[in-house]
């Protein structure tokens, strides 16, 4: 294969302008009342999930990527003030469905980035009709009739969820609203580790990276509470999540070999290559996980707590 079709079978997503989100948007300022960081929080996310998937300047893999990543951090948002939001409940399951209406449209090009990172080692040429056929899946997906439906659908949700946000209430001020949900998710991810660990299951790791990914979310909310304190560790999770993602993407590009369009030796090259690299990963994440979920549920709010309450006095 040459560089030319790498970049060809590339180029919806290569080729696009890229929509800029500002990170400090994702966090909340100690000091002010929670409930209104809330709401500014949520509008953000909201706002540019909306105009994300409305932007036709943009390719449909980066509309589809940056809006489901929106509505990650929203639904980690929600996780964070559950134990005091009463429309909890409602304003996930809404969020959830609107996801789902996006779900899957990314996958194909997640397979044919990993596919060409593995060409890379084993020699571009010998993989080439793998990646025509990733691209054959992920254009076919793409021109579905009811692709611009749903997204035109997910757009409406974003907007009538922004029309709710202003009514959204917490029955508690300050950390004591963030406090269950930091000690919820915090606890369901150790546990998770600790059933990916006994289970070694690539689903079993999946729904652990699912809880990272809201520990990491809810770390970069609280990022104010004590900035250089908390990076180290919110730069940890963000990495955990990351090898757990790329170890999902792999099992599921492994999964579809049997049928893939390969030589044998090639398949069989793949194969265990893939596999190395998963090992390699697993490995690597538990190292990692030690560090971040070394406290007790406890002893991980108290001190965010300690640090949340000190930013907001001198604030």
Request: proline fraction near 5%.
């Amino acid at each position: 294969m040459t560089i030319g079709l790498i970049f060809a079978i590339l180029a919806p997503v290569t080729a696009s302008r890229s929509i800029a989100h500002p990170a400090a948007a994702f966090r909340l300022i100690p000091g002010r009342p929670v409930e209104a960081e809330l709401r500014r929080v949520a509008i953000v996310q909201l706002r540019t999930a909306h105009r994300a998937v409305t932007d036709r300047k943009a390719s449909l893999d980066d509309r589809i990527h940056q809006a489901r990543k929106r509505i990650k951090r929203l639904r980690g948002l929600l996780r964070l003030v559950r134990g005091a939001f009463p429309d909890f409940r409602a304003e996930n399951r809404a969020l959830r469905d609107a996801a789902r209406l996006l779900s899957g449209l990314r996958d194909h090009t997640v397979r044919i980035d990993i596919a060409a990172r593995l060409g890379t080692q084993l020699g571009a040429d010998r993989i080439e009709p793998l990646l025509v056929q990733l691209a054959h899946r992920r254009d076919r997906a793409w021109r579905a009739p009811d692709t611009h439906d749903r997204l035109a659908r997910f757009a409406e949700a974003m907007a009538s969820a922004r029309a709710r946000v202003p009514a959204w209430r917490l029955d508690r001020p300050g950390f004591e609203a963030l406090a269950p949900g930091l000690r919820a998710t915090y606890s369901t991810a150790r546990t998770a580790m600790a059933t990916a660990k006994s289970a070694g299951t690539a689903v079993a790791l999946h729904d652990w990276r699912k809880q990272v990914k809201y520990v990491w979310f809810h770390s970069h909310l609280a990022h104010h509470a004590a900035p250089d304190l908390i990076k180290p560790w919110e730069r940890r999770a963000d990495v955990l999540g990351d090898q757990l993602g790329d170890h999902h993407d792999l099992w599921i590009l492994h999964a579809t070999l049997p049928v893939a369009p390969l030589e044998a030796d090639t398949k069989t090259a793949l194969t265990r290559l893939i596999e190395h690299r998963l090992d390699e990963l697993e490995q690597r994440a538990f190292a990692d996980a030690g560090y971040l979920f070394a406290e007790s549920p406890a002893a991980f709010v108290a001190r965010l707590g300690r640090w949340w309450r000190l930013a907001s006095s001198t604030s």
